[in-house]
């Protein structure tokens, strides 16, 4: 039982990870149609420019965390898009989403060529110490992550639904046309789901690479997971996106200790095929009309 | 349509056919061996090409698919004795029915939900072809896979094996191009067009989808049997989800939609590399900085692009539209 605990602990940390990296994922797709491929390279990046600013530059953690976020919210929340998906969202979804897996390319092996192609040790906030705790042994950096990633979603959701700025964001998103009638600066706001998108990315790699460590290659696992628990959440909901997120970072936890450590990667992705063919529009979702 | 500009497609093939049936004399092992690559890799493309330029789906599996048809053949010809020509059928048989399978459920949902199946499926594959070691060899792959023999001649040396893959290379893409231009090929158009009026119009939308989808998966599978021989050795990290995407970028760089794209794209992913061997690991980056050029300032590709440039010397609009952009 304490052993079941300890996993289930374990599995809410990575899975409120996943939460944020797929809050951004479907915040990104309801305001833009962008599918974004390179969401698991968005995660992995941060950690990287860190570890440069730090190793190249001999800048403290403090400072290099600063610079490496603002350059990577810059880089990859402002540029991308107004490089990649303003130019590209006219030819429609397909190309767009083509673009992101040649983005993902690029952020990849960028990240081996100019960096490292080697896992790469990042600092932790806390210590990397277990206590014990009802007879459970819970490490530090997972209750940590659970309180951080619980504080941004839970500030994001305040800010979509409390504030003027937020429920421009969400009209823009749920009906862009009106919205531009109503005064609502859609541009704008659509951009901010940009930016909220890489700051949430960029926490996410802050909480994930002392434990995954720093590689080129993260991208691959957790932007995989991304996608799942956005899915299984329901593609067009933030509080969904969350569900997702921990129920796939708790299964996948669970499938690694009880099932076959070989095959853990398998569980999630046989959950996603039993949720497309029984429930599409994943368990939070709603049902999105068709129009012709 | 313009037919004359389908029998310009058909003459290019088998004239493309000609020269690279002579191109690799003297060029040596090496050169004939990236010759033939480039070719197995446009039949992968060119499935993957009917999927998505044709059909407008995004499948990400192409990769896991010709994994299945490497090790089906590799399996058949070293473990159970069975020649290659019937483990080529078999292969892509296989691929198919797989195909069936997954896209059945997928497709019922939404067509962009079967980007999210095959990107699962994908690591699915590779997951059972590293761990099923009984089987795979896992890490460690499968080796001495046997090049066919044809009336009694053996394909062991580079160039006869390179001119055995250009004569299956112009077979599938000659079936491609009957199929493209067959009632069923124009049903496939139709969809990419407008799905809903095509419905309207008694396309049975799913039958099709899923057929096309399972066609373009068998071509993968028909590109794993020529690639296990010509490499002769197989392990799964050719055929991660990496390089599916790699094989969508190839269809969209070489001008998706188009008959000869895979073949353009096929070049700038596999023989481009030889070229710019001197920017070293950069290359990966390179090709995907180009797609993404291409995709901003042209989304139909290299073709597409040339297209336009003829277009506009010869002051006149062509006779056929080119792939009209999607619109979701």
């Known amino acids: 039982m304490a052993e079941f605990l300890a996993y289930l602990i374990a599995g809410l940390a990575t899975g409120a990870i996943y939460a944020l990296a797929a809050i951004g994922f479907t915040l990104v797709w309801q305001t833009s149609q962008t599918i974004n491929f390179a969401q698991g390279e968005f995660v992995m990046l941060p950690a990287i420019l860190i570890l440069a600013a730090v190793k190249l530059a001999g800048l403290p953690v403090w400072a290099a965390a600063i610079l490496g976020i603002a350059a990577f919210i810059a880089l990859f929340g402002w540029g991308f898009k107004l490089v990649i998906v303003d130019p590209m969202i006219r030819h429609g979804v397909l190309p767009l989403a083509i673009a992101t897996m040649a983005l993902s390319i690029i952020m990849k092996e960028g990240a081996k060529d100019g960096f490292s192609a080697e896992a790469q040790r990042f600092p932790s906030l806390v210590p990397q110490e277990t206590v014990s705790f009802l007879g459970i042994s819970i490490s530090l950096q997972h209750i940590a992550i659970i309180i951080v990633a619980c504080l941004a979603i839970g500030a994001l959701q305040w800010f979509v639904t409390r504030t003027k700025t937020g429920r421009q964001m969400q009209a823009s998103a749920q009906n862009p046309n009106v919205a531009l009638i109503l005064g609502i600066p859609v541009a704008q706001m659509v951009m901010l789901t940009f930016l909220i998108n890489a700051a949430l990315a960029a926490l996410a790699s802050i909480l994930i690479s002392p434990i995954y460590l720093a590689k080129f290659s993260n991208g691959e696992v957790i932007g995989l997971f991304a996608f799942i628990a956005a899915i299984v959440g329901g593609f067009n909901q933030v509080r969904g996106a969350l569900a997702g997120g921990l129920i796939v970072g708790v299964i996948d936890s669970l499938a690694a200790a009880y099932i076959s450590t070989s095959y853990r990667l398998a569980v999630p992705l046989v959950l996603l095929v039993v949720i497309i063919l029984i429930k599409p529009e994943g368990l939070f979702g709603r049902k999105e009309e068709r129009g012709v | ?328």
């Open chain 2, 1 to 328: 349509m313009n037919t004359s500009r389908f029998d310009a497609v058909f003459a290019t093939l088998v004239l493309g056919a000609v020269i690279l049936w002579f191109a690799p004399v003297g060029m040596g092992r090496y050169g004939t061996y990236v010759l033939s690559l480039w070719l197995v890799t446009a039949v992968a493309v060119m499935g993957l090409n009917l999927t998505l330029g044709v059909a407008g789906l995004k499948s990400l599996a192409q990769a896991a698919f010709m994994g299945i048809g490497a090790y089906a053949t590799a399996l058949l010809t070293t473990k159970a004795g069975i020649g290659w020509f019937p483990a080529f059928a078999i292969s892509g048989a296989l691929c198919f029915a797989v195909g069936l399978l997954l896209g059945f459920p997928a497709l019922r949902v939404k067509a962009h939900y079967l980007a999210f199946v095959t990107l699962a499926f994908s690591t699915l594959v590779w997951l059972v072809l590293r761990n099923e070691q009984w089987l795979t060899g896992g890490v460690f792959g499968l080796s001495n896979i046997p090049r066919p023999v044809i009336f009694g001649i053996k394909t062991d040396n580079a160039l006869p094996f390179h001119r055995f893959v250009v004569v299956v290379t112009l077979l599938l893409a000659l079936v491609l191009w009957w199929l493209v231009r067959s009632p069923w090929g124009r049903a496939f158009l139709a969809l990419r067009e407008n799905p809903v009026r095509a419905a309207s119009l008694g396309v049975n939308i799913r039958a099709y989808t899923l057929l096309a989808f399972a066609i373009g998966s068998a071509y993968a599978g028909f590109a794993g049997a020529l690639y296990a021989p010509l490499v002769e050795f197989i392990d799964p990290s050719p055929f991660q989800l990496s390089a599916s995407f790699f094989l969508l970028l190839m269809v969209v760089a070489g001008g998706s939609g188009y008959q000869l794209g895979p073949f353009v794209g096929a070049l700038l992913g596999v023989v481009l590399p030889e070229w710019l061997r001197f920017t070293g690991g950069l290359y990966l980056i390179i090709f995907a900085a180009i797609v993404i050029g291409l995709l901003i300032a042209c989304p139909q590709g290299v073709l597409g692009l040339l297209e336009r440039g003829w277009a506009a010397v010869r002051r006149r609009p062509m006779g056929s539209n080119p792939p009209v952009k999607e619109t979701a």
